[in-house]
């Protein structure tokens, strides 16, 4: 008996010892995917096509501050041209940062970050669904608003969990973008969520503003969005409201999300989403549609099989489609 206190007691002293600092977390992510075109006049086109590899690295430098870097690669999209000719330089995959910040966590409920980070609403959609490797985010599909900038936020969470903002300063033009004028973006999101405390549901309902200013054209952005989500181990759902104004074009959306889930075999996935870029011109508008089966092997392990469809609400009869089996690789 004296032998196993002893164990014991050295296992509970190992468990009380302060972390070793610095605590390195790796982790990645690879979403991949094969597509059929069911377009007429496609002729049966198909391919298989990496969309994303993300490779994260998560610091804990001390009990005041972290460090987060990413590492994204994709294929180099076409540059336009001012004339409307496009030009890419290299088809290869290619090895670009996405996250690059310095937090500062010793702040009470609060975390301030600096550095190129997440902005505050454009990636919530993507947390909350699990669905990344299957569609973006409505915001960042239409292109309404960028996924990370370079900025300030300071964020907090307050009573469990009840309470979530996040409040961002950014250069504006998004990371993939240099800074063009003196002009900044102020973004903030407040999220309330009533069942924070409950394990296994959640509620979070969203608002959501950015003002973006452009001194060179002198015609600042307004953006702004609404959000209510639900989740429950057998089912998820979201819906939002999105609308963007710059001078005399103003835009309005709507995106649903609907997952009913058996968490140890399969679940659906449903997605409706609906953007007008002008509210005062007409059959402008373009809908999409995503429906299928999807199933999680492990926690980032998935596939998922969808019908996909777009169209220009003008042409409803030239709309695109076809079959896509999408992957989820992750550690």
């Given at each position: 008996m004296?032998?196993?206190a002893?164990?014991?007691?050295?296992?509970?002293?190992?468990?009380?010892?302060p972390p070793?600092f610095?605590?390195?977390?790796?982790?990645?992510?690879?979403f991949?995917r094969?597509?059929y075109d069911?377009?007429?006049?496609?002729?049966?086109?198909n391919a298989f096509?990496v969309?994303?590899v993300y490779?994260r690295t998560?610091v804990a430098?001390?009990?005041r501050f972290a460090a987060?870097?990413?590492?994204?690669?994709?294929r180099?999209?076409p540059?336009?041209f001012?004339?409307?000719?496009e030009?890419?330089f290299?088809?290869?995959?290619?090895?670009?940062?996405k996250?690059a910040?310095?937090a500062?966590?010793?702040?009470?409920?609060l975390e301030?970050?600096?550095g190129?980070?997440?902005t505050?609403y454009a990636?919530?959609y993507d947390?909350f669904t699990?669905?990344?490797y299957?569609?973006?985010?409505?915001a960042?599909?239409?292109?309404?608003l960028?996924t990370?900038?370079?900025?300030?936020?300071l964020?907090?969470k307050?009573?469990?969990?009840?309470?979530?903002?996040n409040?961002?300063?950014?250069n504006?033009?998004g990371?993939?973008k240099?800074?063009?004028?003196?002009?900044?973006?102020?973004?903030?999101?407040?999220?309330v969520?009533p069942?924070?405390k409950?394990?296994d549901r959640?509620?979070?309902l969203?608002?959501?503003?950015a003002?973006?200013?452009?001194p060179?054209t002198?015609?600042?952005?307004?953006?702004?969005?609404?959000?209510?989500g639900f989740?429950?181990?057998r089912?998820?759902?979201?819906a939002e409201?999105?609308g963007?104004s710059?001078?005399d074009?103003?835009?309005?959306?709507y995106s649903g999300?609907?997952n009913?889930?058996?968490p140890?075999?399969?679940?659906?996935?449903?997605?409706?989403?609906?953007?007008?870029p002008?509210?005062a011109?007409?059959?402008?508008?373009?809908?999409?549609?995503?429906?299928?089966?999807?199933?999680?092997?492990l926690?980032?392990?998935?596939v998922?099989?969808?019908y996909?469809?777009?169209?220009?609400?003008?042409?409803?009869?030239a709309?695109e489609?076809?079959?896509?089996?999408?992957m989820q690789?992750?550690?």
């Open positions: 004296p032998i196993l002893l164990i014991l007691s050295i296992a509970h002293a190992a468990d009380d010892a070793k610095p605590i390195v977390k790796p982790g990645g992510m690879i991949a094969y597509q069911l377009t007429d006049g496609a002729e049966g086109a096509a969309d994303r490779l998560d430098i001390n009990k987060r870097i990413t590492l994204d690669a994709d180099m999209k540059l336009e001012g004339d409307g000719t030009a890419t290299d088809t290869k995959y290619r090895v670009f940062v996250h910040y310095l500062v966590k010793d702040l009470g409920p301030l970050r600096a190129m980070i997440d505050p990636p919530y947390g699990d669905n990344r299957i569609t973006k985010s409505f960042d599909e239409f292109g309404l960028d990370a900038d370079l900025g300030v936020a964020l907090g307050h009573g469990d969990g009840l309470v979530d903002w409040l961002s300063l950014l504006g033009e990371y993939g240099v800074e063009v004028d003196a002009g900044k973006s102020v973004q903030a999101r407040v999220t969520d069942l924070a409950m394990e959640a509620l979070p969203t608002g959501f503003a003002y973006s200013g452009h060179t002198g015609i600042p952005t307004l953006t702004w969005a609404g959000a209510a989740q429950m181990p089912l998820l759902v979201w409201v999105m963007k710059e001078g074009k103003s835009g309005f959306g999300t609907l009913p889930r058996l140890k075999y399969a679940g659906l996935v449903f997605r409706y989403d609906h953007w007008d002008d509210g011109t007409d059959d402008d508008a373009t809908t999409a549609l995503i429906g299928g089966v999807e199933k999680d092997f926690d980032k392990v998935a998922a099989v969808t996909e469809r777009s169209w220009a609400d003008a042409m409803p009869q709309a489609h076809g079959i896509v089996v999408h690789a992750g550690f």
